[in-house]
């Protein structure tokens, strides 16, 4: 696996006689946008889970640029959750304030977050306490954060699902920006369509393991059709 980026070899996870991820080997470099794409149950959501610190494998090994990584890793991979759960009792602009005191992030970091909240329509709920906060404004106050953070891996479970069409599209350029800035993504989605035109590859997963792995047009080569869809293949895999 290359070096430069997210390493991951052999991840498990088990809950109980239930084995949500088995084996699981994959990477991620630096610079690269990765579709994690499965049906419910996939395990998908504990995979992020795993790599973020929040769960403990039962085996299998994560490393980032080549070193490997202990349990105690929230500010080399942030993860953007599908729930998404902010502080009730802090407003929109102490939630950054909070990420930035944490990271200890250098005296430029309130200009990024006022364009941060500007960009993702957050200006007017500046000061709304995160109690108040639709669904949606909880997402992108959450995605505002992570990126503000400046962790070289980024992960977002379902990002999309929440946000209004132009938030949709706002995300989609911020996660170009990453990707431009050298920052490894890697995004679990349902919305196949998204994932074809945003991901450099992807990977399709089922009962916790990986189907395929690659460029869709690479996964497109090995199939039956040359135009033949993500949706195609992804159902052609997991039926």
């Given at each position: 696996?290359?070096?430069?980026g997210l390493a991951v070899d ?184 998204s994932a074809e035109s945003m ?41």
């Open positions: 696996m290359n070096a430069s052999n991840l498990t996870r088990r809950f109980g006689k239930l084995v949500a991820v088995d084996g699981l080997s994959f990477s991620a470099q630096r610079g690269e946008i990765v579709g994690l794409l499965g049906p419910n149950g996939a395990g998908k959501t504990t995979t992020l889970l795993c790599l973020a610190g929040l769960l403990r494998p039962n085996a299998g090994s994560i490393a980032l640029d080549g070193r490997k990584l202990g349990p105690d890793r929230a500010r080399l991979i942030a993860l953007v959750p599908e729930t998404p759960e902010v502080y009730p009792m802090l407003t929109v602009w102490e939630h950054l304030v909070f990420v930035a005191k944490s990271c200890r992030l250098d005296g430029a970091w309130e200009d990024r977050a006022q364009g941060l909240i500007t960009r993702l329509d957050l200006l007017d709920k500046r000061d709304e306490l995160g109690e108040s906060l639709s669904k949606g404004m909880r997402q992108k106050t959450l995605i505002a954060c992570t990126v503000l953070a400046d962790s070289p891996v980024v992960m977002l479970d379902e990002p999309m699902i929440g946000l209004d069409p132009k938030g949709q599209r706002e995300l989609r350029g911020i996660l170009k920006d990453l990707r431009e800035q050298g920052r490894t993504i890697i995004m679990s989605t349902h919305l196949l369509e991901c450099d590859r992807v990977i399709i997963m089922k009962a916790g393991r990986a189907l395929a792995t690659g460029p869709v047009a690479e996964l497109r080569s090995r199939g039956s059709r040359a135009d033949e869809t993500l949706e195609d293949i992804f159902l052609e895999l997991t039926r």
